[in-house]
């Protein structure tokens, strides 16, 4: 199948601080990737839907101010999260569709808010 | 919300089928279902997928009845490494890229 990376695997910041988060296609090339949000013992959450060159779509709820969302190539869509709080704290995970539109998922990056 | 529902957990003897029920019944004619688990601390791994047709491949099998309104996948033999949350996806077919919702899934405990 195809893969999907994801950078950093983990990290911690201090709150307050900003913190991007890459998601990359290795094999393909992707228009649109997804970015989702799981804390612990819950299901996925879809935070937005990212769109080389054109502005993100975030799900209800999201605040687009707080998590930026930037798709700066075919393979290449970052998440950032600004002005980060321990209720940030959580498991985010991308995804991108391949031609077939079959999503892969990346390994996902456990951010921890101190 | 998710167009599927799933029991909560299961547990499945090593060795042995597991069978993973999954309801769509307010599925449309275009709709497909798909298959994905993720293990503890992981992304979500593509397992299957079908629209009508029971589906096999070198991981699973899918099972689809005929008013495709639930499926089973079958691990045929599970093993230890088995043992995760299955999540039964439905999302439109065509051309196009379309957002998966998540349900709660179905933890499956694969016990030696």
């Not at chain 1, 709150?15 to 090339?29: A, H, M, N, P, Y």
């Not at chain 2, 167009?3 to 709709?31: F, V, W, Y």
């Not at chain 2, 639930?70 to 196009?96: K, N």
Request: aromatic content about 10%.
């Amino acid at each position: 199948g195809a893969v999907v990376s994801q950078h950093p695997s983990w990290v911690i910041c201090k709150s307050g601080t900003s913190v991007k988060i890459e998601c990359r296609s290795l094999d393909f090339q992707a228009t649109t990737m997804f970015w989702y949000r799981q804390f612990p013992k819950q299901s996925l959450m879809l935070m937005a839907t990212s769109n080389e060159g054109s502005k993100a779509t975030y799900e209800q709820g999201v605040e687009k101010d707080k998590f930026l969302i930037n798709h700066a190539s075919l393979t290449l869509s970052t998440l950032t999260v600004t002005s980060a709080h321990p209720e940030d704290s959580s498991f985010y995970i991308c995804s991108a569709p391949t031609g077939g539109d079959t999503q892969y998922f990346g390994p996902g990056t456990r951010l921890t808010v101190l | 919300d998710a167009k599927t529902t799933q029991p909560t957990s299961m547990d499945c003897a090593e060795g042995r089928a597991a069978n993973l029920p999954c309801n769509h019944s307010t599925i449309s004619g275009n709709e497909y279902v798909y298959w994905y688990r993720q293990i503890h601390s992981q992304g979500p791994q593509y397992i299957i997928h079908g629209l009508k047709n029971n589906e096999t491949n070198e991981m699973a099998s899918l099972i689809i009845t005929e008013d495709r309104k639930s499926s089973t996948l079958i691990l045929p033999h599970a093993t230890l490494r088995d043992t995760a949350v299955y999540y039964c996806i439905v999302r439109p077919g065509g051309s196009g890229t379309y957002k998966y919702i998540f349900g709660t899934g179905t933890r499956l405990k694969v016990l030696a």
